[in-house]
C-alpha cells in the first residue's frame, strides 16, 4: 500500500539540501571550539548556518542560539521570566507561563501587556495566525517560519523561538532567535559555548543542515510555492464540507497557515480517525506533535470554547509544495467513506 504524509507540521520531510550539507558536515572532524584548522572548519560551517538563518529569518543583527530544539529553546527563553500568554501556546510553551490572556472564539488572542508577554506566530493544530502586538517579550515562530513571510527586526519582540525539522531540516536543532544585547542567562552552564548563552559543543551536522533548509525556504517563499499549497487546501475543505455538512472546519474565518486543516465531527474521536486513516495510508495527526500519542481532547480547541466532545474529534491535516492533488482527494476518499460508516453506526 502505497502511503501518503500529510503530517507536515509534525516535521517536515528532510529537504535535499540539508541532507547535501549535513553529510558534508559530517567529514568536518573539527570541534568548533577548538583554535586549530580543523575546529576553525567546524566553526565556519555553524556560522555559515547561522548567516543563512538569519537572512531567512529577516533577522540580520539579532542574535542567534542554537538549541537542541524548539522545546528547549522556549525554556531557554522563557523560564523564571513570568511571563503571561494564553491556553492555546505550545506545551513545550504553556510549561513556563500564567496563561491568563484571554482566547476568542475564533482562536484568535487578546494581548494587553506584550512586554510581559508569550504569544505564537501560528498554531500548530489549527493553523491560526496571530497579529502580534510590537514589544512582545517572546513569540514562538517554529510553525510560521518557512510558511509564511516572516521579518524578525520589523516584528519588534524580543526573542522569537525556531526549529530546524518544521522546515525540512533534522530533527534535535533550534534557536532562539534575540534582539542583539538582550540579556539571555544560561540554562546549560559549562564550556560558554553560544556567546554563554547555551554551553555544550554545537550540534554541527545538524545546524549544517538547519542552515540549508532555511536558505530553502527562503527560496520557496520568493517563489510562491505556498499559494497552490492554499488553493489545494481550500479545495480540501470545500470537498469534505460538501460530503459532511456537521463537519466543523476551525479558523477559517480566520487566517490561517496556508497547509492546515483541523476538522471536528463531533462524537468522531479523534484518536480513531488517525488510525483509521493511517489503516487507509494516510499520515494525519489528532493535536500537536508533541501531544499526537495522548488521547485526549485537545487543549487549544477547548480554549476557543468548544465542548469536550468536539475538542476530542479534531483532526489535523496538513502538507507541503511537494504534495499532489491525487493525494490529498486520494484521503478526502478515504476520509468521506469513512465519515459514512460512523454516521451509519450513529443513526
Given at each position: 500500500?502505497?502511503?501518503?504524509?500529510?503530517?507536515?507540521?509534525?516535521?517536515?520531510?528532510?529537504?535535499?539540501?540539508?541532507?547535501?550539507?549535513?553529510?558534508?558536515?559530517?567529514?568536518?572532524?573539527?570541534?568548533?571550539?577548538?583554535?586549530?584548522?580543523?575546529?576553525?572548519?567546524?566553526?565556519?560551517?555553524?556560522?555559515?548556518?547561522?548567516?543563512?538563518?538569519?537572512?531567512?529569518?529577516?533577522?540580520?543583527?539579532?542574535?542567534?542560539?542554537?538549541?537542541?530544539?524548539?522545546?528547549?529553546?522556549?525554556?531557554?527563553?522563557?523560564?523564571?521570566?513570568?511571563?503571561?500568554?494564553?491556553?492555546?501556546?505550545?506545551?513545550?510553551?504553556?510549561?513556563?507561563?500564567?496563561?491568563?490572556?484571554?482566547?476568542?472564539?475564533?482562536?484568535?488572542?487578546?494581548?494587553?501587556?506584550?512586554?510581559?508577554?508569550?504569544?505564537?506566530?501560528?498554531?500548530?493544530?489549527?493553523?491560526?495566525?496571530?497579529?502580534?502586538?510590537?514589544?512582545?517579550?517572546?513569540?514562538?515562530?517554529?510553525?510560521?517560519?518557512?510558511?509564511?513571510?516572516?521579518?524578525?527586526?520589523?516584528?519588534?519582540?524580543?526573542?522569537?523561538?525556531?526549529?530546524?525539522?518544521?522546515?525540512?531540516?533534522?530533527?534535535?536543532?533550534?534557536?532562539?532567535?534575540?534582539?542583539?544585547?538582550?540579556?539571555?542567562?544560561?540554562?546549560?552552564?559549562?564550556?560558554?559555548?553560544?556567546?554563554?548563552?547555551?554551553?555544550?559543543?554545537?550540534?554541527?551536522?545538524?545546524?549544517?543542515?538547519?542552515?540549508?533548509?532555511?536558505?530553502?525556504?527562503?527560496?520557496?517563499?520568493?517563489?510562491?510555492?505556498?499559494?497552490?499549497?492554499?488553493?489545494?487546501?481550500?479545495?480540501?475543505?470545500?470537498?469534505?464540507?460538501?460530503?459532511?455538512?456537521?463537519?466543523?472546519?476551525?479558523?477559517?474565518?480566520?487566517?490561517?497557515?496556508?497547509?492546515?486543516?483541523?476538522?471536528?465531527?463531533?462524537?468522531?474521536?479523534?484518536?480513531?480517525?488517525?488510525?483509521?486513516?493511517?489503516?487507509?495510508?494516510?499520515?494525519?495527526?489528532?493535536?500537536?506533535?508533541?501531544?499526537?500519542?495522548?488521547?485526549?481532547?485537545?487543549?487549544?480547541?477547548?480554549?476557543?470554547?468548544?465542548?469536550e466532545i468536539t475538542a476530542s474529534s479534531a483532526i489535523r491535516v496538513s502538507f507541503g509544495p511537494t504534495t499532489k492533488t491525487e493525494e490529498v482527494m486520494g484521503f478526502a476518499d478515504t476520509w468521506i467513506a469513512q465519515y459514512k460508516k460512523f454516521k451509519a453506526r450513529a443513526a
Open positions: 500500500m502505497r502511503r501518503c504524509y500529510l503530517d507536515y507540521n509534525a516535521t517536515a520531510p528532510l529537504r535535499a539540501e540539508a541532507r547535501t550539507a549535513m553529510i558534508a558536515a559530517m567529514d568536518q572532524v573539527g570541534n568548533p571550539s577548538s583554535v586549530h584548522a580543523e575546529g576553525r572548519a567546524a566553526k565556519a560551517i555553524v556560522e555559515k548556518a547561522r548567516g543563512q538563518i538569519a537572512t531567512a529569518f529577516g533577522a540580520d543583527g539579532a542574535d542567534i542560539v542554537f538549541t537542541s530544539g524548539a522545546t528547549e529553546a522556549a525554556a531557554l527563553a522563557c523560564a523564571g521570566r513570568g511571563l503571561q500568554g494564553a491556553d492555546i501556546e505550545h506545551d513545550a510553551v504553556a510549561a513556563w507561563i500564567q496563561p491568563d490572556h484571554l482566547v476568542r472564539a475564533d482562536g484568535t488572542v487578546e494581548i494587553t501587556e506584550p512586554e510581559t508577554s508569550v504569544l505564537q506566530m501560528a498554531n500548530s493544530e489549527t493553523g491560526i495566525v496571530q497579529s502580534l502586538p510590537k514589544g512582545l517579550a517572546v513569540t514562538d515562530a517554529t510553525q510560521a517560519f518557512g510558511k509564511l513571510p516572516v521579518a524578525f527586526n520589523w516584528l519588534g519582540a524580543d526573542m522569537a523561538l525556531i526549529s530546524a525539522h518544521k522546515i525540512g531540516g533534522p530533527k534535535g536543532v533550534g534557536a532562539v532567535v534575540l534582539r542583539r544585547g538582550l540579556d539571555l542567562p544560561a540554562q546549560i552552564k559549562g564550556g560558554g559555548q553560544e556567546s554563554g548563552r547555551r554551553s555544550g559543543t554545537e550540534n554541527v551536522i545538524g545546524i549544517a543542515g538547519f542552515g540549508a533548509a532555511a536558505k530553502a525556504v527562503q527560496r520557496d517563499l520568493d517563489q510562491g510555492v505556498w499559494e497552490p499549497v492554499r488553493e489545494l487546501r481550500d479545495a480540501l475543505e470545500t470537498r469534505l464540507a460538501d460530503e459532511a455538512p456537521d463537519a466543523i472546519c476551525v479558523g477559517k474565518e480566520v487566517p490561517r497557515l496556508p497547509n492546515t486543516t483541523c476538522i471536528a465531527v463531533p462524537g468522531w474521536k479523534g484518536a480513531t480517525q488517525v488510525m483509521q486513516m493511517d489503516l487507509g495510508g494516510y499520515a494525519v495527526s489528532a493535536g500537536s506533535a508533541c501531544s499526537s500519542g495522548k488521547v485526549k481532547q485537545s487543549r487549544v480547541l477547548m480554549a476557543m470554547g468548544f465542548d
